[in-house]
T-cell receptor, first 114, second 119 residues
Framework: DSGVTQTPKHLITATGQRVTLRCSPR?????VYWYQQSLDQGLQFLIQ???????AKGNILERFSAQQFPDLHSELNLSSLELGDSALYFC?????????????FGPGTRLTVT | AQTVTQSQPEMSVQEAETVTLSCTYD???????LFWYKQPPSRQMILVIR??????QNATENRFSVNFQKAAKSFSLKISDSQLGDAAMYFC????????????????FGKGTKLSVIP
């Protein structure tokens, strides 16, 4: 158990819908990273927050957004869902921007868009 | 942009034997970190080992060790005395050292190597 929690574990929804994925980092960690794992794209970085502020963006679609709240939990919002958004979404947390800043992953949310 | 290449999509090893998984990367940075993550069938991503680029000594964690060749940009993982529980996808990952000051340490992953352990 990494100490990072993600809810829900599984999510099945229809095209065009909107969903919210939730992540709670390990105690003491200030950074939250979101990654997407799909068969065709592999593991890709989406976005990072540090202590409530957006720090970096990766290959995140405009239909996707995220935020980190004062209690440091983070939510990833996916809207206007398409079949291709079906993937495993991971949240990872770390202490913050200092080396080595190892990232610990949550169990993931499996999103299926039908 | 950095890239990470794992050229072995699948590998197998006999139980109790040793196996080496390959990883190469491309970067113009001098300060960076390399990681190996394990993803068993449960899909959980588990950190296996870390290597700092500034360290010449290869990292070791119990049965797991790396062969880090900085000039060749190679970072292989050796698993000794392989166990059934080692069967998983293994991902090599690169992380900038952050010298740019951006403060973001996102990981760039390879495509992974699926390791099977034969009893």
């Amino acid at each position: 158990d990494s100490g990072v929690t993600q809810t829900p574990k599984h999510l099945i929804t229809a095209t065009g819908q909107r969903v919210t994925l939730r992540c709670s980092p390990r105690s003491g960690d200030l950074s939250v990273y979101w990654y997407q794992q799909s068969l065709d794209q592999g593991l890709q970085f989406l976005i990072q927050y540090y202590n409530g502020e957006e720090r970096a963006k990766g290959n995140i679609l405009e239909r996707f957004s995220a935020q980190q709240f004062p209690d440091l939990h983070s939510e990833l919002n996916l809207s206007s869902l398409e079949l291709g958004d079906s993937a495993l979404y991971f949240c990872a947390s770390s202490v913050g921007p200092s080396s080595p800043d190892e990232q610990y992953f949550g169990p993931g949310t499996r999103l299926t868009v039908t | 942009a950095q890239t990470v290449t794992q050229s072995q999509p699948e590998m197998s090893v006999q139980e109790a034997e040793t196996v080496t998984l390959s990883c190469t990367y491309d970067t113009s940075e001098s300060d960076y970190y390399l990681f190996w993550y394990k993803q068993p069938p449960s899909r959980q991503m588990i950190l296996v080992i870390r290597q700092e680029a500034y360290k010449q000594q290869n990292a070791t964690e119990n049965r797991f060790s790396v062969n880090f060749q900085k000039a060749a940009k190679s970072f292989s993982l050796k698993i000794s005395d392989s166990q059934l529980g080692d069967a998983a996808m293994y991902f090599c990952a690169y992380r900038s050292g952050g010298a740019s000051g951006a403060g973001s340490y996102q990981l760039t992953f390879g495509k992974g190597t699926k390791l099977s352990v034969i009893p």
